[in-house]
């Protein structure tokens, strides 16, 4: 069973900068890569940026790219998403999930088999 937390959410103001910590325990074998989505009220869930548990590939949203950055540490069984120039749209709870095989549908929430319980981000204006 694998357990994911993240951490590192809170207030912002615009132009500023948070990083997310996602701490993943319990079968970390089995993980093939790390997603973070994020939620609005009254929105669906969307995609932020994926990466693959050993690091390499990236990807990211159209509305992130050049402002976000997701990595890991293996060795800490973490995944961040560092967030720069954050705007008021980028508030939402973000979520860290993981998927367990290959999917070329990265950015659909379904694929993903296990989610924390999601960290609110607020930027003010």
């Known amino acids: 069973q694998v357990q994911l937390a993240e951490s590192g959410g809170g207030l912002v103001q615009a132009g500023g900068s948070l990083r997310l910590s996602c701490a993943v325990s319990?079968?970390?074998?089995?993980?093939?890569?790390m997603g973070w989505f994020r939620q609005a009220p009254g929105k669906e869930r969307e995609f932020v940026a994926r990466?693959?548990?050993?690091?390499?590939?990236?990807y990211y949203a159209d509305s992130v790219k050049g402002r976000f950055t997701i990595s890991t540490d293996n060795a800490k069984n973490t995944v961040y998403l560092q967030m720069n120039s954050l705007k008021p749209d980028d508030t939402a709870v973000y979520y860290c999930?993981?998927?367990?095989?290959?999917?070329?549908?990265?950015?659909?929430?379904?694929?993903?088999?296990?989610w924390g319980q999601g960290t609110q981000v607020t930027v003010s204006s």
């Open positions: 999930a993981a998927d367990l095989s290959y999917s070329v549908s990265y950015w659909n929430p379904s694929r993903y088999e296990y």
């Open positions: 319990g079968g970390t074998f089995r993980i093939y890569a």
């Open positions: 990466i693959a548990w050993s690091g390499g590939r990236t």
